[in-house]
């Protein structure tokens, strides 16, 4: 799933940027090669960020 999403995305992105030119395939696999890189890292790692702010701010009771 993450592969899809950063490929489109940075497919339109540089397609807009850059256009249809003879650097297009070069930018556009760099970039969607970063963005498939920060997409993968932030899938594995926000988790758990989140997680942790939460336990923070949100107090639960524990059963007894």
């Known amino acids: 799933m993450i592969l899809g999403i950063s490929s489109i995305i940075s497919f339109v992105m540089v397609s807009m940027n850059v256009g249809y030119t003879a650097l297009f395939l070069k930018s556009w696999i760099k ?3 970063i963005a498939f890189v920060l997409a ?8 758990f960020v989140v997680k ?3 336990k923070i701010f949100i107090f639960v009771e ?3």
């Open 52 to 54: 942790r702010i939460m």
């Open 62 to 64: 524990k059963d007894a």
């Open 40 to 47: 993968f890292l932030a899938s594995k790692l926000l988790p």
């Open 31 to 33: 970039t969607w090669a």
